[in-house]
Every structure is written in C-alpha cells, then in structure tokens.
C-alpha cells in the first residue's frame, strides 16, 4: 500500500500546480465502492456454503461415533481447497479496487465527503436511516488497513489454518467480519456505522469461539459478545440523543450542524460524546471494559492478529475520530478520553509485565497501545491517533502473526512427541531463534516499532501522540491543562514500560537456553513461505510505515533524516478535510498548542530524541538483564504469592471484582425475580385465588347432602324467604 | 401489480377478507370428514391455500390510506346493531399475513409431534386461523369480541390435550388469566354501547362514543387489562411460561407469533383511539411505561436463570413485548412503528425458536438445556438455524429484531427519555439471556452419548425454517416495504389521540355536548359507509331499543 | 268465597310442602307434590273468575304435565325400587357433586 501511495505522491509531486493536497471541489467518481463491501459478503456466502457441506460430512462421521478426516485421501477435498483461493482471493480484490479508488481519490483532491446511497433502509416520517456508504480520507485510510492487512492475514492464515478440520468454516468468518468492519468503516451515519459495529462484533464472538467445543474458548466469545454489547448500550444512547439534537443519525447532517446547533461544552454534547466513548471502550477494550480482551485470544492466532490487533479493535478509534467535532465541542468528554487512554494504557502496560502467555502479553500490549490511541483522540490529535492505529496495524499484526507462527511450529513439534505442555507458554520457550530465524528477525522488527525506537513505525506515530499530549497541556486556556501533563507523564513512562515487556517477550521466546521439551526440541522448523510473506510484507510496513507522516517541526531534524523524506505530514494534510473542523474548534477553545513541553521545557525534537533513546536504553539493558535470568518450564514454576507481582499476575483482579461486583449480583438478583417475584408473589397470587374458589366450592358443597328432602326443605326455605322479603319490604 | 390487483375490484378485494375468516372454518369441516392420518396434510394444505391467498393483500392494499379499506359489512344481530364487517389497514395487515404465513408454517413443524388424536388438533388449529384472522379483521366490536373469545377455546384443549405433564394445570392458569380480563373488556364494551348513543357496535361508532376523561380512565383500565394479559404484560404474566411449556410445539409457535399479538394489536387498534385522553394521562403513561420497561429487564432477568429452554424463550416474550408497549405508549410514530416491527419480528423469531425447540424435543425428549451440548458438531444446519434465529431475537441489526427495538426506543426516548435510557439495558441483557443458551446446547463439549444421534434438519424442517429465516434477514436489511405501509395507519391512530384529548379536555372543561364533534371521524375514512348506512337505520333503533334492555336488567 | 278457596289452597300447599320435607317414602312425596299441584290448581281456578279464562286454561296445562311426572315419576320410582329394594329416600344420596 505504501509504494503504491509513494508513486502517487511522486506522480502529483511531479505534476505542477497547486500541492498535492490543495483544498478544491473536484468531480470524482469512485469506482464500484458498493463491490468492496459486497466482495467479502461473497466471499461469506461461497464459504459459507462450502463450510456447510463440509460440516455435513463431519457430523455424519460423528454420528457414527468417530471423526471426520478431510486430510485422510490423497488429495483434499473441495471443501479444504476452495475457500484457500475464495477467502483470500475476494480480500485481494477488494484491496485493489480500494487502491484504485484511493489513487482516484487523491488525485480529485476531495473535498466533501462522497455519499451513495443504495437504499432506504429504516425510513419514517421522522426519522430516515439510509443504506448508504461514504468515501472521505479517513474512511479511505481505514479502508486501507482493513482490505490491505485483511490480505495479508488471509494469506497467513492459509497457512495457519491449513490442518484444521473447519477451514471453510474459519474463513466464511473470516470474510463475513471484513463485510461488517468495511460497513463499519464505510457507512454513511451511525445507524450503518452501528450495524458495522455490532456485525464485527458478532464475528469476534463466532471466530473466539471458533473451537466451539472447547468450553473455555466458547465462554470467551460469548464473554466478549455480552461486554462489547454495554459499549453498543452507549451507542445506541448516544444515537437516541444525537436523533433528538439533529433529527438525523447521517454524518453529513450531524457534522456540518454541530457547531451551530450544540453549545459548546454544553450537557447535550458532552453526553453525546461520552455514551460514544463507552460504545468506544467496549469495543476497543478500555478499562475497565478491557476484560474481554485477554480472553479473546482463544481464537484462532490470525484472528487475534486480525480482529483482537489490527482493524475490530480499533473501531473505537475510528469512531472518536470520525466524531472529532462532536469531541472538539466537549472539552471534558476530551479529558475524560485522554484519561481512560492512559490509565488503560498505564494498566495493560504493567499487566503485560507478568503473563507469560505469549498471546496474552500481546493482548495486554493491544489494550496498552489502544489506550494510546484514545489519548491522542482524546487531546484532539486526531490524526495522530489514526496514524497510531494504522502503524499499529503493521506491527501487531506483525506480532500476532508472528507469534502464531511460534505457536504453529510450538504445536506441531509437541504434538509429535505427544507432550501435552502449553504450546503458548514463554516458560516452554527459549532459544527459538536458531530454528525460526526469519519470524525472529520480523517479529525484533515489530518489537522495535512498538517500542518506539527510530525510524520504526512507532516511533513517529506514538511520539507524536506524546507530544501533542505534552503541547495541549501547555495550551493558554486548556480547561484541564495539569490534567495533560499528568496524563504526558504516565504516558512517557508507559511507553518505556512497552520497550520492557516487548523485550522480555522477545528474550523469553527466541533467546537464552531452549526451554522446548528436549525430543520436541528437533521438531521446531520455520513457518512455510505462505506464512513468512506476509510477515516479511508486514515487516517492511513496520519499517516505513511510520515515514508518511514525519511531523514538520522534526523533520529537518535528524530523527526527521533531515528533510529528505518526500512525506512530511502526509497523513496529516491527507485527513485535514475531515479533522480540520475539529482542530478549528478546539484552537477557538482552548488556544494555540504550546510548542515546549510543560514542567521541563524543551522542544518537540529534543523529546523525541529523549524518547527513543530511553527506549533503546530499555530495551538494551532489559535485554541484558532477562538474558541472565533463568526461566523454570511452565509445569514446574508458580504463581507468584505475594506483592506487586501477584497483583499484576491476576491482571489487577479485574475478573474477579466484576464477578463478584456485577455477574453474581446479576445473577442472584435474577434467581430472585424467578423463584421468589414469579414463583411466591405472583404465582402465589394467582394460585391463592384458585386455591380460594375451590375451597369456597368445597365449603358451599357441604350443604348438598344428596338427600332430595333437603333440598326441597333449602328450597321451601328459600321461597319463603323472598316471598317474605316481597310482602314485608314493600 | 397495484394497479392489477385494483383494477378487479369485484374479484379478488370483494372476498379475500371473508375467504381469510372461512376458508380455514371449510378446511376444519374437510379435515373432519377425512380419516385421521390425512388430517396433518390436509390441514396444511388449507392452511398453505389461505396463505397463499393472502399474499394478494400486499399489493391490494393502499400504501398511501390510513383507514380501513376492502370494507364490507352484513348485518348480523340487527336488533343490537351488530353487523359482521370487515377491513383492513396498514396496522391489520401485517398481522394478517403473519397469521396465514405461521399457521401453515406451524402446522408443517408438528407433523412428528403430534400423534393422537390427529383430526380433533388439526381441526382445532384451524379454528384457531379463523379466529386469530377474525379478530384482526374485524371492525365491528362486538364481532371482534366473538373472535378474541374464539381463540381462547381451541387454544384451551390444545394446550390441554397434547400438552405435557402439567397441562392441566397450564392450560387452566391460561384460560382463568384471560377470561378475567376479557369479561372485564366486555362490561366496558357494554358500557360504551349504552353511553354511546349511538346503537350499534361499529367500530367508528365507538370512536364517537362521548365519554368523559373518567369515563375514559376505567374503561381504559378494563381494556387495558384484558389486552395487558394477553400482551402479557408484567406482572400478568406467569400464565405464559407454563402454558407455552406445556402446550405442544404448535400452540406454543401460535400462541407466541399470534396469540400475544391480539394484546398489542388491541392497544393500537382500540386502546389508542377509544380513549384519546386517558392514553395521554400523566399517569397511564407512566404506569404503562413503567410495566413495560420493568418486563423487559425482569423478564430477561428470568429467562437467564432457566433450565429449560421452552421456559426461557416464553419469558423472552415477555421481554420483547415489553418494547412493544413502550413504543406504543409514547405516543410517537417512531414508538408506534417500532412497536409494530417488534410484533411481526417476534411473530418471525420467536415462532422460528419455538419451532427449533421442539425439534429437539422431538430428538431427545428433553427440553432441558443441560441435556445437550455439542449440538453444533451433529447439526450444523440445526445450529445455523438456531444461531441466526437467536441473533434476530436478540435484535442484531441486520435482522428483524434490530429494526423494531430501534424505532421503539428511539421513539420511546423522544417523549420519555429515562424510560428509553432503562429499556435500553434490554439489549445487554438479551445477550446475557440468549448466547448462554445457545452455548449450552450448540457449543461445548459433545458430551452425552445420546446427543451424538441428534440428526440434523430434514427437509420438512428446512422448509419449516426457511421461510422465517428469510424474513427475519429481509425486514431487517429493507424494512422499507413494511414501514410504508404502516405509517398511514399509525399516523391516523396519533392524529386521533391527540385529537381526542384536546376533545376530552375541552369537554371536561366546558361540561358541553359538542364535546364528540372535534373528535369524531379523525380515524376512519371518507366512504366508511356501511356501519352506519342502510343496515341499521335510525328509524329502526328506537323501535328496537326495548328489546335490548333485558340484558342491561343482568 | 275467594278468600275461603285461598286459604283452602294454601292450606293444601303446606300440607304437600311439608309432606315432601318430612316424609321419607318415595310414594308419599310423590302424592305430596300432587296434592301441592293441585292446591295450586285450585287457586288458578279460584282466580279465573276475576282475572279471566287463563287461569281455567293454565289448570289443564298443570293437569297434563302432573301426568306426564306421575308416568315419569312412578317409572323412577319403580326403577330405584328394582335397584335397591326400598323407596326410602333417606337411602338416596348420590344427588351431589
């Protein structure tokens, strides 16, 4: 993606006239964007197919007490070779015609957002929703990321997936969550976004619990299902109120109206904007909705990679900055962001410390790395948390893949020897580099970018959103001024917390003495081809990725190559159509930025350098320390029993306080309703009352004693009586 | 298409409606005459006639009108003013062809389940049509009352006779619960008749009847009640877990798709427009909020902790119902269509769960949810079925379920924010009621020998299945079609609520005999001719009045 | 003479009436319902010549439906007999329930 956007820049750099990113009204007709949305959707229903028939034949060979072999012939069966070419192959489509579209869009110089409308989807005379996507710069970007390292994932996960009975399964998923998120990020207001939104979500839940017969795997997807729906809880509030506030859920209506129809800082914004931020939390795993997170990686490793890293996750982001109006207008919902960015950020980061699942680290570093997106959304960096997002995507995805491929060989080499030890634990590691040196290599590629050492991707997009935390703080009339120096600093000293746990990550997986059970040891191998392209194609995204949006103020600096990069703050001018609006508020708000960082002073160059070379120290001298330390194999070692270390272990006891906070009160309160609301009080009622007439019944039929004489003598009686009442009453 | 079905005005718009009412009462008489072992077929057949019948209605019908339309009307009981009349409008329709689309659908699904007694439930469940289509048919109140107590009776000895072990029991809380509240419909239905004025049942005369803003609250309580039961709205609900538990597969799909139906419907059609300015007390409205959002949380509190699967899903009911009556009582066109979406959604996902449901018992003989797991490795169509219709009960956009709860709640939040803001939660606890379900018996581990003969969906089943999960996906992708037709018809229904409320105050206020003018005639349409026309002529009701007042001496 | 004939016919009435209650053989309660419907008659024929034929009319209704419940009745009778050997009415208690 990044070659093809350099040629362009190249191309219009060229071209003469005004720069390449001149704001003018130009005609431009994207190609076919329905097709990049419905391409996956067909990628789904072919799978899907294929994933049903295969499931036939399994369920017929387990109802005969055994299980199905696809693998068993000589050859695979349709059903396993079809979805190699169909998963990918629609990914590889919708990415180039993304591509096509990106170029046609870079070139027109858009302006205003480019709607097409399909259809009417919820239409009354109040209210209308329509099925309608649009192209704008962010969305082009997301659109990026999602189809370009979609692909790649697909392709790893040909590999990855190759011996697994669901494969058709797996990627009917896989390509029904590329629909949702494209829908996700291409809808046209937040009725589609919302559809997009709980769509991914549903997918997430369907591939963590993809081995649907494990019972563990099963309860994370359904836990992460039940969590992200109190984040679509707030979605849903905040639709209802921006319905009320404009009469429209379309972005085009919302964001063009917002500053004259909402006071700025008002209770209407600010409530918008937060019950955003906690559909936003959901989604993207922000304390103390993150619990959901970690457990998600009982999916299959792409889908980590994939959903749990580099696109679902991150819709939160994209949806803070899509709404970066609706955010620029609420200073406190901003504070309110930034702040659960980094304590998110600050949390993960020291549970990341202590796990030792080599996925669960990974998972914790996500959360952490999210956590700094909603920081830089939440100072108003808006683009510099896509930045994040999109560098983030190379190198987590680089990571999860990576760490997939470990597992794949990890797996197989004990699967051989019929061991049964934790083929994700780092404590059965050690030493993997001599026999996996490409995927060592790519993945100290991803560990540097994520750490944030130059001129790795994460450097400039992490640093920038440090900076920009650090210049808003310094800002004239910034409401909550000491609040973002609090928030710089947690956020400094959690990014070298980063450069630790990614290190010791590394130094427990791939160096040191091996750790793998002495006969698996010989089975350890490289991945295949299939799986260390893409890693190898990640890699280099992680490299450069971070070089299309070098700040202006560093780049004649030296961390800026001294002015000989062709793309100082692209992104920046790329996204300004859709941030400026923003930006331009919260300057009328809060005041220009400052351009010295607060406390200590000092520019945005020497922090940067500042920066990177705390995290090069970290990251050499954690090297050096994890190195001499020896690590016992995961079967003989325990837990640790008391302190930090313990508390950081049990992840801050998250679980724990909502079980007992939230799940068993739930829970108790509903066996209450049911046994004594339902049961005692109103049953009981009813039943009282039946109970009552067939007892009044009983009572009254002891008066017929079955003697006709009785009755007549009642009856005599009774006539007298009314004819006694007649005569006397009168 | 329109303009064809139109242009034969004397063919297909002149009898549907009473085609609808008695073909299934012509299938009843046939599948009695026939030996028993035809009688599933033959009852689907009819059945599947009389849907296929109805499908002319969508393009007869008048998107652009908000009345009734297809009207006709005979007399019945002239002396009372009864007349047996019929129309349809955008709020009936839909429940219409709900009822002649599930009908078959739930017949087809009960071919293995019922074994005894075939002719008799057969025919029950045809009687069971024909009321169902009479009482969303009917203009007439007095007709409609035939219909609404109709259902009640070939409903009983299903659930009474092919039910479970407790049937007895059910099917008695069932009939008990609703009879108390439609009794107390019917004294209220007496009252209007005799203070009206106007001697005859016709639903436009009711519309015109001048009650007084007291008046209006108790009749209102009475209606409220017997349609509140049926609804079921909480706390009146405890007869639906057990009756839907016993009652067979069958009457369990009917008594969810259709039978709730009736409840709501009654809140539209009659509940709204009748009482005007009681609809729009303070404190009705809160305390109809108030039931509804207090269903919706409870009942998905209850649903989450039951064992059994059939219980679970009939207190999911309870849950959806619950925005039906918020949306309905917000009073606005968002609120009232939403309402109307869940109603038909319901009808589809539901319907749909119940049916999956006794495929199971029908496998296994269990409807315990800890008696299987692992369903998903044997079935993968049962489980495709199962998941899809659960994503639509549980209101995933893209299904029916999304749509609904949507509108209901935007529109409950454009008057009743808090209300909305509860309700809301609804969604989270759907998820937390439905998804362990489907874990427990699609998912985990496939642990229990027997379960591993757990056969997949035969094609009976996917023809059952099919066409419910289709609709369920197409009103969620393109509701437009269904919301069109609607809008006219829930339009009129505020139009008149809030006309009548500013009616009801002026005369409240004045104490004045003009007080009906202002409300009258907001709702039906120009040519409603027939209620009031030749066949009950003011020159004949004096006459006849006397012979009415012996039921008013009771 | 009306006044006489009225008190004749009530007289009747709470001797039948109290025939019927006190009584315990069928047969005689069956006689006392006979003679309650005929004091009744009577009264309807002492009535007649004040309120009009009717009450003459009525007497031949009451005649023949005191018939049709003799045939009735006395086969009952006969038939309970046959099952349990005794017209005592005490013995007849399954009219409950």
Redesign the interface.
Known sequence: MLSAAAATAAAAAAAPGPGPLARQAADWEPLLPGLIILLPLLGFIANGILA?WA??Q??AA??A?GEWDPFAGDRRPLTHTLPTWIGPGVMALAFLLTLWNFEGMWAAHLDEPVVEKF?????????TVD?AIQLDQLSMIMMLVVTGVGFLIHVFSVGYMRDDVGYPRYFAYLNLFVFFMLVLVMGAGYGMM??G???VG?CS?LLI?YW????EK??A??KA??VN??G??GF??A??LL??AFGTLEFGGIFDEAEGQLVAGGAVVTSITLLLMLGAAGKSAQVPLHVWLPDAMAGPTPVSALIHAATMVTAGVYMVARSSVLYALAPTSQAVVAGIGVLTALIAATIALKQYDIKKVLAYSTVSQLGFMFLGAGVGAFTAAIFHLMTHAFFKALLFLGAGAVIHSMHHALHRTGSHEDAQDMRNMGGLRTRMRITCAVMWIATLAIAGIWPFAGFFSKDEIIWYTAAWAGAESNPYGWLYTVYWLVALATALLTAFYMTRLMIMTFHGASRVEQGARGHLHEAPPVMTVPLIVLAVLSVFGGWVNVPEALSDSVVGFFGALPMSEWLHHWLEPVTESAAGVQVAAMGDPSYSAPLFGGGEVMWALLSTLAAAAVVAGAGRFLLARKYVPAAEAAAPSSGLGRILYNKWYFDEIFDRGVVQP??A???W??KV??TVL??GF?NFV?NFTRLAGWLA?LF??????T???VL?LGVLAILGAAVFLQ | MTSFVNSIPGLYGDWILHALVWLPVAGLVHVLASPADRAAGLAFRWSGAVFILSLGLWWAFDPGDGGFMLESSVPWIEAWGVNYSLGIDGISVFMVLLTTLVTPIAILGSFNYIKRRRKAFYALMLLLQMGVVGVFLATDIFLFYVFFELTLVPMYFIVGIWGGERRIYAAVKFFLYTAVGSLLMLVAILYMYFSSGVDSFSYEAFLSADLSLREQLWLFAAFALAFGIKVPIFPLHTWLPDAHVEAPTPGSVILASLLLKMGTYGFLRFLLPFFPGAAQHPTVVTVMLVVGVAGIIYAAWVAAVQPDAKKLVAYTSVAHMGFVVIGVFALTVNGLQGGLVVMISHGVSTGALFLLLGMMYERRHSRLIDDFGGIGRVAPLFATAFVITALASIGLPGTSGFVGEFLALIGTFETHALAAIIAATGVIFAAYYMLPMVQRVLFNELDKEENRNFSDLSRREMWVLGPLVALMIWIGVQPGPFLERMEPSVQAVLERVEDGAMAAAESTETDGNERADASVRALPPADSGPADGPDVTPASAPTLAPTTTPGGED | MLTHALILSAALFVIGTLGVIVRRNAIVIFLCIELQLNAVNLAFVALSRYTGIEGQLYVFFVMTVAAAEAAVGLAIIISIFRHYETVNVDKFNLLKW
């Open positions: 049903l499931a036939r399994s369920s387990v109802r007490g259809w009417s989807w919820i239409v009354t005379s109040t209210l099925a919302f559809i939104w709980e769509g549903l839940y619990g649907f017969t494990d019972r099963s309860d997807g359904k299902f039940i729906r109190i679509d809880f849903l509030l639709m209802f319905y009320q739930i829970l309160a509903s066996r309703c049911w609301v339902d109103i049953d009813v039946g039929s017929q004693t079955g003697q006709a004489t009755y007549a003598f005599t």
